[in-house]
Structure formats: structure tokens, C-alpha cells
């Protein structure tokens, strides 16, 4: 297995996103019963997140439930946020131990009072910790997450607080889930998938992509740190040429 620890800080993703892709043919293909799929994916998910805190990843987001999942089979929506439900409180001992704050994103509205309060009450108890921040993005798309950041503008030029020729990427970039993040450095769908699925598009704008035809509940951290290595050699240049970006590296 790679080391990502022994790389250079700068070299490590800061913010680590992942579409947890695969869970119900994971299910199909080891014949087991009905949400067993969904099961094993959130088990897989524990050694992922203590992996991360301790290579030194700063932010981890994580995709458990779209937008558009809600148009799946109400019996499989129902399991879905009961495995929500078991994912925060079984989660929250490991935020303790590890320091990592839990934060959700989504539109909330959409989802049951009771999980809403959970959520936020998780939210609450971690929101000193600094060792990593754990994100679940739940009842999320990225489509969603623009249209709210540019409602929440609309808003303010309705009301004369602000000004439609002042708004910029900048000022939109800050009215987005996670504007307060680093921005997503390195993305992972697993499934063997090839799209983004509408998650964190605004934030994964310049995000080197990996995509593994693992599914979610058969990955591994060991998978996790090739990746990273990979990351780790890739050049990410931001529009400029490959010139501007080893003068630059030359010169710090």
C-alpha cells in the first residue's frame, strides 16, 4: 500500500470528496436480502474516515444521499434515512475519540424532524473539533446548491442591500454549501461509473477525478492511498501552462 503519509503537506488533497457508488449491485451480486447493500456500504465507510484523519486530510465529503434519490422505491428511501439515522449515531463516538467535526449538507427541508434534529444536534456537540471535518451530504445536488447561493443574491437586490452588476463568481463562491472549505481537491466515484451525478459541482471545479470500478462497500483504504499517491504526481495547473507551474514551485 502507498504512504501518502510520508508525502510532502502540500502535496496531500486538502479536501477529499467521494460518491459512494455501487451499494445495490453489491447487493445483487452477493446475493443478499433486500438494503443489505446499503448496509455493508455504510460499514465500509469507518475505516475510510479514520484513514483520512490520520494521513491529515482536512476536509472529507462524502455523498449519501441526492436529490434525486428521492425518486427511488419508497420502501428503499425509508431504509436509506434509517441508515442515516444509525450512520450519525454510530459516528459520533468516532468524532469524539478523533476530534473530527460533523457537518451535513442538503436541503434539509425535505427531510424528517427528528433527522433534522439529529443532525443538527451532532452538528453541535462536534463543532469545536479541528482534527478533520466529516461532511454528509444528504437530500444534495449541486444544481440545488447553485440555485439557493443565487437565491439567497436575488434576495439581497430585491431588498436594495445589494447591487446585480456587484455580483461575481467570488460573491456567488461564498453563498455555496462549503464556502468555507477548502475547495474539493480530489474527487472518487467508485461503481464504475464515469459522471459527477449533479455532487458539489460548483466546489469540484478544478478537482482531479479518480474513478474506480471497486463498489463502495468492497473499497479499501489501500485503494484510497494509491489514489492519493497519484494525486500526489498529478500537475494541477489552473489554466496556467506547465511553464508558469514549475516556475512557480521553483520560486517558493
Same mark, same amino acid.
Given at each position: 500500500?502507498?504512504?501518502?503519509? @510520508?508525502?510532502?503537506?502540500?502535496?496531500?488533497?486538502? *479536501?477529499?470528496?467521494?460518491?459512494?457508488?455501487?451499494?445495490?449491485?453489491?447487493?445483487?451480486?452477493?446475493?443478499?436480502?433486500?438494503?443489505?447493500?446499503?448496509?455493508?456500504?455504510?460499514?465500509?465507510?469507518?475505516?475510510?474516515?479514520?484513514?483520512?484523519?490520520?494521513?491529515?486530510?482536512?476536509?472529507?465529503?462524502?455523498?449519501?444521499?441526492?436529490?434525486?434519490?428521492?425518486?427511488?422505491?419508497?420502501?428503499?428511501?425509508?431504509?436509506?434515512?434509517?441508515?442515516?439515522?444509525?450512520?450519525?449515531?454510530?459516528?459520533?463516538?468516532?468524532?469524539?475519540?478523533?476530534?473530527?467535526?460533523?457537518?451535513?449538507?442538503?436541503?434539509?427541508? =425535505?427531510?424528517?424532524?427528528?433527522? !433534522?434534529?439529529?443532525?443538527?444536534?451532532?452538528?453541535?456537540?462536534?463543532?469545536?473539533?479541528? @482534527?478533520?471535518?466529516?461532511?454528509?451530504?444528504?437530500?444534495?445536488?449541486? !444544481?440545488?446548491?447553485?440555485? *439557493?447561493?443565487?437565491?439567497?443574491?436575488? =434576495?439581497?437586490?430585491?431588498?436594495?442591500?445589494?447591487?446585480?452588476?456587484?455580483?461575481?463568481?467570488?460573491?456567488?463562491?461564498?453563498?455555496?454549501?462549503?464556502?468555507?472549505?477548502?475547495?474539493?481537491?480530489?474527487?472518487?466515484?467508485?461503481?464504475?461509473?464515469?459522471?459527477?451525478?449533479?455532487?458539489?459541482?460548483?466546489?469540484?471545479?478544478?478537482?482531479?477525478?479518480?474513478?474506480?470500478?471497486?463498489?463502495?462497500?468492497?473499497?479499501?483504504?489501500?485503494?484510497?492511498?494509491?489514489?492519493?499517491?497519484?494525486?500526489?504526481?498529478?500537475?494541477?495547473?489552473?489554466?496556467?501552462?506547465?511553464?508558469?507551474?514549475?516556475?512557480?514551485?521553483?520560486?517558493?
Amino acid at each position: 500500500m502507498s504512504n501518502p503519509t @510520508a508525502l510532502a503537506s502540500d502535496l496531500l488533497p486538502r *479536501h477529499i470528496a467521494i460518491i459512494m457508488d455501487g451499494n445495490n449491485r453489491y447487493g445483487k451480486i452477493n446475493h443478499l436480502g433486500e438494503g443489505q447493500g446499503h448496509i455493508a456500504g455504510k460499514d465500509a465507510l469507518d475505516p475510510v474516515v479514520e484513514y483520512c484523519v490520520s494521513t491529515g486530510i482536512e476536509v472529507l465529503t462524502v455523498f449519501a444521499f441526492s436529490s434525486e434519490n428521492w425518486q427511488r422505491p419508497p420502501s428503499e428511501v425509508a431504509l436509506l434515512m434509517q441508515l442515516l439515522r444509525l450512520t450519525i449515531n454510530e459516528q459520533m463516538p468516532r468524532m469524539q475519540q478523533y476530534r473530527i467535526r460533523l457537518r451535513f449538507i442538503g436541503d434539509r427541508g =425535505q427531510l424528517s424532524e427528528d433527522l !433534522q434534529a439529529l443532525m443538527a444536534d451532532a452538528e453541535a456537540k462536534t463543532a469545536d473539533f479541528t @482534527a478533520m471535518t466529516l461532511v454528509i451530504a444528504i437530500s444534495y445536488g449541486g !444544481q440545488w446548491d447553485i440555485a *439557493h447561493a443565487a437565491k439567497q443574491l436575488a =434576495q439581497q437586490v430585491e431588498a436594495g442591500q445589494l447591487r446585480a452588476e456587484d455580483i461575481d463568481k467570488e460573491m456567488l463562491g461564498e453563498y455555496v454549501q462549503l464556502a468555507d472549505t477548502p475547495a474539493v481537491d480530489m474527487l472518487v466515484r467508485t461503481g464504475g461509473e464515469y459522471r459527477l451525478s449533479n455532487f458539489l459541482l460548483w466546489q469540484s471545479a478544478y478537482a482531479e477525478l479518480f474513478f474506480t470500478q471497486t463498489l463502495w462497500p468492497d473499497f479499501k483504504v489501500s485503494e484510497l492511498a494509491t489514489m492519493i499517491a497519484e494525486f500526489a504526481q498529478r500537475q494541477r495547473r489552473f489554466g496556467k501552462t506547465s511553464e508558469q507551474v514549475v516556475t512557480e514551485q521553483q520560486t517558493r
